[in-house]
């Protein structure tokens, strides 16, 4: 997509609290040019976050974002795609399990618009986690809604919490919408996690028509791990106590609450989500 003014502000606030002490690594080498119709407002982030720059200061004469990622104390970045057409320094295919040699090497991963272009979803989400530190982050903004004919996806924040909070065991720090134009009369819509309420976002008239970024910051931790399953949480709600197919997350929490009242619980702990080879296998339920 490359990083608009809108991403750049969230860029900006990042950089506050959070510097990469090792690797960073940008999918795709994404571009940063200057809105000119919101030129007032890269100054005005700046100042809000003590950031005493111009926006001309993180341009770069190829009008790629390695200088303003290295400014802001995020970088140097190393960058991966499929192809060395823009200059990637790493190739891969995020269709496919990543080498060995990445795994466990980032302590930050910018996706600033690139899954939404990957077919195989769960194996590219599956690689960026293994691709990711413990202690690292993972800064995407994909698209929401508005972004018709873009890529091959678009994204809920279902996906945020299902897979890399319940699934995965990380931590979400950021989930929300973001209106890719500043000056409409819709703003950002934050996101709770569904399944405390095991009902859906309600969302009517809170996004608006106009592109908007999925925008979400996760962080992997020494307990994270990657899932047997990941299953949209209010279908688990409504199938909690049927016969499925498969585990459930609440199965896992009964079970749970049974050992902690002294039953025996048969088996190698039902519910628990240890690790996996291919997320691609995982159970990614999707109705209307």
């Known amino acids: 997509m490359g990083i608009d003014y809108v991403l750049f502000d969230r860029l900006v606030e990042l950089s506050t609290r959070f510097r990469p ?11 940063f040019p200057i ?8 100054e005005a982030s700046l100042a809000e976050h003590g950031i005493a720059a111009r926006r001309f200061d993180f341009l770069s004469e190829d009008g790629y974002a390695e200088t303003l990622m290295d400014k802001l104390g995020l970088g140097p970045m190393e960058v991966m795609d499929f192809s060395d ?13 990543p080498d060995p040699s990445l795994e466990n090497q980032f302590d930050l991963i910018f996706d600033g618009g690139t899954v939404e272009h990957v077919f195989n979803v769960p194996m590219a989400l599956e690689g960026l986690f293994r691709m990711l530190k413990p202690g690292g982050r993972l800064i995407s903004a994909n698209g929401l809604n508005g972004w018709y004919g873009h890529g091959m996806y678009q994204f809920n924040p279902e996906l945020v919490w299902t897979f890399w909070k319940r699934a995965c065991n990380c931590n979400v720090l950021d989930c ?3 209106p890719a134009d500043p000056s409409g009369s819709f703003g950002h819509v934050p996101f709770e996690d569904p ?10 008239n809170q996004i608006g028509p106009g592109r908007t970024y999925l925008y979400y910051e996760i962080e992997k931790t020494d307990q994270s791990h990657l899932p047997d399953f990941a299953l ?6 409504r199938w909690n106590g049927a016969t499925n197919a ?8 009964t079970q749970a609450g049974h050992t902690q009242a002294g039953d025996t619980v048969s088996g190698g702990g039902a519910g628990a989500l240890g690790p996996q080879t291919n997320t691609s296998q995982a159970t990614l339920m999707a109705r209307s």
């Open 21 to 31: 002490e090792g690797r960073a690594l940008m999918l795709g080498r994404q571009k």
């Open 35 to 42: 809105q000119t119709q919101y030129r007032k407002r890269y």
């Open 85 to 97: 057409y823009e200059g990637a320094t790493i190739l891969h295919d995020l269709n496919k399990q």
């Open 176 to 178: 929300r919408a973001i």
């Open 195 to 204: 399944a405390t309420s095991g009902v859906r976002l309600r969302l009517k």
């Open 232 to 237: 949209q949480s209010d279908y688990e709600t």
């Open 246 to 253: 498969g585990m459930t997350r609440l199965d896992g929490e």
